[in-house]
């Protein structure tokens, strides 16, 4: 499972933002404060995309080795 928050540069929550990993159909949209949760059995170094209306999209490589993550993203 992934976890985190998705905030902008002033800690401001995002709601509605979506959370990915890159080329799978895993992923999830944040929530009203801003948390998002998801289950991928995706392993190794993966991409996590974030995308919201209005902001520049980003790009994160990450690890996953099968166990919980926790990743907040500003």
Do not use: R, W
């Not at 929550?13 to 979506?18: C, F, R, S, T």
């Not at 404060?33 to 974030?50: A, C, D, P, R, W």
């Amino acid at each position: 499972m992934i976890s985190g928050k998705v905030t902008d540069p002033k800690g401001l929550e995002i709601p509605g933002a979506n959370v990915t990993i890159k080329d799978s159909y895993d992923g999830a949209s944040s929530d009203d404060n801003g948390g998002y949760s998801f289950t991928t059995y995706e392993e190794g170094m993966q991409v996590l995309t974030v995308s919201y209306i209005g902001f520049e999209a980003y790009e994160d490589s990450i690890l996953l080795d099968g166990g919980e993550m926790v990743k907040d993203i500003v």
